[in-house]
């Protein structure tokens, strides 16, 4: 739950929300859906009691997507790699613009541990 720049609604979620339902539905896994959509609801309100802050909240594209593999009997032991992988394009072009623009714009926890390399043209590799 949660999203940095999505506060009120995740689109990205809404879409898998929907898939969700109709996959639900379909493999006769609704109570377990019911579920995910009764958490959904509920969060916000219980972060803003427990956390005793008044920021919003709302289910991130992360919430259903394990539901959503486990529906497409997807194995568990490939739901980190699949999360990392449709990331990766967005952490190097992150990187990139990061290399480029010569300023800290990522987490300031990422720290680089793999020496600095040359670019190597096209014609060279």
Known sequence: MGHAVYTLSDPRAVLLKEKAAELAEATGM????????????????????????????????????????KMLNIPEDLYTPIFAMARMPGWAAHRIEELISGGRIIRPAYRNVIPEQGYVSLKER
């Not at 109570?31 to 991130?60: G, Q, T």
């Open 30 to 69: 609704d109570r377990e859906f019911n579920l995910y959509k009764n958490v959904e609801k509920l969060s916000p309100e219980v972060f803003r009691e427990v956390k005793k802050d008044s920021k919003d909240i709302c289910a991130n594209v992360d919430f259903y997507s394990g539901f959503v593999y």
